[in-house]
């Protein structure tokens, strides 16, 4: 324990969990481990249960996801020792890469983290398989990987939005039918099938459902030019502004999906300075 500063503790499924981060990643003394698999985190639970173990484990895998959405990184548990002093380790196979850019929240504030994942926990595991929770999470982490191209980026959050929309036509109540390829409205002639929803009038939907009325116009205009040709006529510094904004709309719309209030800060450097809140 020698190597680790206690970090904050974290209590779900009426469980304690103890985070114990290094020092230096604490004291943002890291960079030399950027773009590198680092361990930066060293995570104890008192007391468990054989028949405990699973429940743990999955437990823990959900708080990385989280932690993942939160610091827009790839957070990945890879080793743990059960009993606690056995010297029998359990280890999984993982790769990733330090990130620390844009984060939803600051990695080294454990107070906020901790408010974080006790709000969102529980609405995170009821919707974990139906909206395909850490599939987009993934997604937002892989566009933000070193050295990504600024196509690629943009492709990876479209394909999330994309993601996001076909989990919310799939689960509303009643489920939006799919048809012949597309999602579909209601018929006005018995027999028939409805015209199809376009992309921009599902995610319209969806973003209301949260209480989010935005304009999509342009970021669905570069979307479908991206998905169709694979490259954009618009100038780079264009594509960077409208990919901050799409990231910016699936933070917010994951934050409110969850169940999260507070602040957060918003991906967009312009909008950097101060952070955003959701009542």
Same mark, same amino acid.
């Given at each position: ?18 985070f ?40 823990i ?81 892989q566009?933000?990987r ?75 205009? /570069? ?20 990919y ?12 409110? /999906? /969850? ?21």
């Amino acid at each position: 324990m020698g190597g680790f500063a206690i970090w904050w503790n974290l209590i779900v499924v009426a469980i304690e969990f103890v985070f114990r981060q290094k020092p230096e990643v604490i004291s943002r003394t890291y960079n030399q481990h950027k773009g590198t698999f680092y361990e930066t985190t060293e995570v104890t639970v008192a007391d468990v249960a054989p028949n405990k173990v699973k429940v743990v484990e999955a437990a823990i895998k959900r708080i990385c996801w989280l932690l993942s959405f939160a610091g827009t990184c790839q957070v990945i548990p890879f080793e743990y020792e059960y009993p606690n002093g056995s010297g029998l380790g359990h280890s999984i196979s993982a790769s990733g890469e330090v990130q620390d850019f844009r984060p939803a929240f600051e990695m080294v504030d454990g107070a906020q983290l901790k408010s974080f994942v006790e709000q969102t926990y529980e609405n995170y595991t009821r919707l974990e398989l139906s909206r395909k929770m850490n599939v987009v999470i993934a997604y937002l982490a892989q566009a933000e990987r070193q050295f990504q191209p600024t196509e690629v980026r943009l492709i990876l959050v479209f394909v999330a939005l994309e993601n996001l929309k076909a989990t919310f036509a799939k689960t509303r109540t009643p489920p939006i039918p799919y048809v012949k390829g597309f999602f579909r409205k209601p018929s006005k002639k018995e027999g028939n099938i409805g015209e199809r929803y376009n992309f921009e009038e599902l995610l319209t939907m969806m973003f209301k459902e949260v209480g989010m009325r935005k304009s999509l116009k342009r970021i669905v205009e /570069l979307r479908n030019e991206m998905i169709h040709s694979g490259l954009s006529r618009k100038i780079h510094s264009r594509q960077i502004s409208l990919y901050a904004d799409a990231h910016d709309l699936i933070r917010e719309y994951l934050l409110r /999906l /969850l169940g999260y209030r507070g602040r957060y800060l918003p991906y967009a450097f312009e909008r950097r300075g101060e952070s955003a809140e959701i009542n």
